[in-house]
């Protein structure tokens, strides 16, 4: 079974903060995703990474996958109320259908 | 174009009753998926169709099995509910291997 560990589990931080939540497997994907999950809805998918070492900015978000494909982060900068969410990392196996996901970090950020 | 649409919103059941999840895309997407979400566990994958006339198990495939009936629609159906089986139930679709999954709004399903 492959498992993703994310951390932390839950993170509150002030406005302007900084902050880095963490995806870790003893597995190797082909690829991971980032989601963003607000209450009540489905998870919204943030960025893709594909290659080992890849580094991705989106805007405030910057996102790297390790050089092993076994782990991943998602670093924030100047956190804002508007990034306040349930965060899901999710590894692609088995030519890319399988998807096993990560047991989520919620954040709140505090004006 | 209403994406993924899942019914119904809400379910409450008895231990024992049995249910029918239903799911359905528009965007002619070849895989569909159902995961189930509970509290500190992050989303579980149930079972999933690569293609149309396919189905495979995910992580946690028992007392749950699933019905693709043609590319648009994928069912979920618990034959005897447990209340282990409350949750919020998703259901996803992506055209084909490497591209984005697009997630619908969810079942919350209650047994009691």
């Known amino acids: 079974t492959q498992l993703l560990e994310q951390s932390p589990q839950f993170l509150s931080i002030q406005e302007g903060e900084n902050l880095t939540v963490y995806c870790n497997s003893s597995s190797v994907f082909s690829s991971l995703q980032w989601y963003r999950q607000e209450p009540g809805e489905g998870p919204v998918l943030l960025v893709t990474?594909?290659?080992?070492?890849e580094v991705k900015k989106l805007k405030r978000l910057t996102f790297q996958f390790g050089d092993a494909r076994k782990d991943s982060s998602l670093h924030i900068t100047a956190a804002q109320p508007g990034d306040t969410g349930l965060y899901l990392c999710a590894g692609l196996s088995g030519g890319y259908q399988k998807v096993t996901f990560g047991t989520g970090t919620k954040l709140q950020v505090i004006p | 174009n209403a994406g993924v649409t899942q019914t119904p919103k809400f379910q409450v059941l008895k231990t024992g009753q049995s249910m029918t999840l239903q799911c359905a895309q528009d965007?002619?997407?070849?895989?569909m998926y159902w995961y189930r979400q509970d509290p500190g566990m992050g989303l579980r994958l149930i079972y999933y169709s690569a293609s149309e006339g396919t189905t495979d198990k995910g992580e946690v495939p028992n007392g749950y099995n699933v019905s693709r009936l043609n590319k648009r629609e994928f069912s979920l159906r618990l034959e005897s509910a447990a209340p282990s089986q409350t949750s919020v139930y998703f259901c996803a679709s992506k055209p084909s291997s490497f591209e984005t999954q697009y997630f619908g709004p969810g079942t919350r399903l209650l047994v009691l």
């Open positions: 990474v594909v290659t080992g070492g």
């Open positions: 965007m002619n997407h070849n895989s």
